[in-house]
């Protein structure tokens, strides 16, 4: 039996424990949307401060203008061995809407599915569950040997939700001692439950609210309809020229630097069988919603995309109220593809809406977030060890697929730190992510844990 | 002195208890379209049935399938009378956005204004404070005369904001108890302070909440984003088709029915001399915002409109969140003029939106009301009584002016019980109906009650 056998070994006999601390992790509030749970963030930031203490890491929270990071570091053996940073996040979405919960969303509970038993709670797998995989496999190897096989820093944010606006400036200012050799991250997803994926290819995020004032008071719908301007009919109109009937976006110069997929990534996605029947069925859809004319992995992978996560004006409660109210206001978002200029889509966003309303619609926007879409090199030394760990333990390789999500970190610690980053993640499509009932399959948290020993063996 | 003048006088004398009834009733927040305030609205009911009760009505609250009616009659002093019914309502706006309001909306108060003192609250002028008036003016006849001057049906119903939903079976189910000759309400206003006015145009209203489902749950914008539907862009690129660069409602068939003012009609608007720049300014807008080729007076009595008056959907907290929400909902309303048919309209919006959303759009619709528009013959004889009256108060001739706004009651009493309306009302346009700081003048309040006292006295 080698060493990391033994530590596979340790990983399945203490297993209860691991996911004990999973779960109490999971009983922290850290909405870092909302600023009523600014002390669940940095509780949360000292609980897995504690968890590395424990397991000989030189680590402590530091403060940002924002929710604090989690930095430290371990040795590990000394010698030529590679130096890697994990980087995870502690904070969540926010659980609302509460009433759509079949559990509390911050009392986690085992409850059995399809494949076994499975956590549910917010953050389940966003992130604090993939990032309690690589905790406890440290700790495993810890308890084996003492140490670890490779040197360590790990870097846990606290606002990865809200577009990390404080993380890029904490990295820049923190840059001789954050470098390394590779970045690690589990924060994306699988192929399916028993094929295991590398992630390729992020969306970058610009992510908006747009709000609009018209008269200096709400109005009598009577007295004033007809001649005063209407806040909601202006935005609602606005917004809805931002795609054509072909489902482009309709931003100036939105499609700039988009590039269409090679034959060669074509037949690599379509060689995944993709059924986007049975994708949409899931969600209670049957018709594709997206641009004409692709496939669904390319809308999802390779295709920029305009979604309005929120709006809300006027009177929103029970029966009527005549009323013209005197603001409406939007969240508006866009994920990129590589290529695309995420500070030309926010000016052209805003050229947009000013060319859209009326003269007398005063137009204010907040920016949340302004990231580029990413390709990771998959003949990376690091990403080849990685895809080795996984075929050791799932007995197949993984697929190399895109993700249309955004980890606007990749880029950051690409930047400002010249690292690659390895993104070896364990959900699975259906853990509603963002959604109410959140959840992580306890298999892929337990085989999620044995792969990074393994990576940590093979790095060593 | 003739009766008259010493009811006038007395009135003058008694003024302080008249307005402290009035503030009473206003401390009753007896909201309709919230559910939570039900028991408010009978004490509302109760309140105006102990003034009239004190004054020789035979008079009770009666149920309905929501807020009850006030229904009471006064036999006058018999012989050849004419038999009048009062129409009210006792029910208010919402107070929402309460944090608008300079004084609690439910706790009237006294300030200073440019015409002297008024009464800030919640209903001060809509309707409490207009009904107030001739309630007041009854009780000035009575103690002057131990009787009214003519036979006396009042009618005051608790849900004129949310439509008068259940008032129509109400009428119908007691229409040989309601019958009268004339109908008048005080719910309308003057041209300015010093000018009265008569309304003899009202527009209609349909009022729709339109809900719009997509996908069975919330999902994270990443993962389907560009794949699935986002009901709040399509509720967005629906309602924002509602009307084209014109300011013309698109709803199949809207404009049957709607006739172009006469010559004669618009030189009598055009000699009103409003001034349309102030208008605006008031409400801090600078531009006119309707249908382009009519004049301000034509879009506000005799052309028909389409607002949102509300729209809420997805994450409407700080910050950011990348959530694709299951579901959108938006408030609509449409004012009509004389000629459209409101049925036409509820089919027409609904085909509307049907053909402007994608297959997988669930639509459902709640109706809270669909009133059609209605011109008053300003040649009735009790519209003529009432233009001397007013004359005889204020010095000069009342305006005959339209309005912008909706009492679908007129039509009920026209289609049920046969009687036309004198619409004589004593609000300005500066009153902030339906807004925080909803006003009435205690000067115009004072006025109005001697008007309906001499109204009472000539009818006699």
Redesign the interface.
Known sequence: MNTTDKVLARIDANFADAQARWMDWLRIPSV????AHAADSRRAAEYAVAQLADIGFQISVRDTAGAPCVVGHHPGPGGDVPHVLYYGHYDV??A??LE?WTHPPFEPTLVDGPHGKRVTARGAVDDKGQVSMWLNAMRAWHAETGTLPCRVSVLIEGEE???SINFKPFVAANRDELRADVAVISDTGMWDIDTPALTAGL?G?V?F?VDLR?????????????????P??A?????????DADGRVQVPGFYDGVRDISPAQANQWAALGFD?AR??RD?????????TGRS?LE??WA???????????????????????AE????V?F?LVPGQDPEKVVAGFKRFMQDHV???AKLSFQL??CGAGLKIPTTDRFVQAAAKALEAEYGKAPAMIG????IPVVETLLAELGLNTVLMGFGL?DD??????EKFEVRCFHKGMRTHARLLGALG
Not at 328 to 331: E, Q, V, W
Not at 432 to 437: A, G, M, R
């Open positions: 870092s949307a909302q600023p979405q926010p609302e809407p759509l939700e809200i577009s969306r995020l992510y609210q018209a008269a200096n008071r709400d109005l009598h719908s009577g007295m004033y309809g007809g001649s005063a301007l209407n909601i009919n935005l609602v109109t606005a917004l809805g020229q931002l795609k986007e994708y949409l969600i209670g859809m049957t018709t594709p919603s997206g641009e669904a809308r999802l295709r920029p995309t305009c979604d309005i996560n929120g709006i809300w004006g006027g009177y929103q409660g029970p029966g009527s109220k005549t009323v013209i109210a409406a206001s939007a969240k978002s994920r009326p003269a007398d949340f977030g993700s249309g999500g955004s499509d509603l992510v963002h959604s109410p009932n």
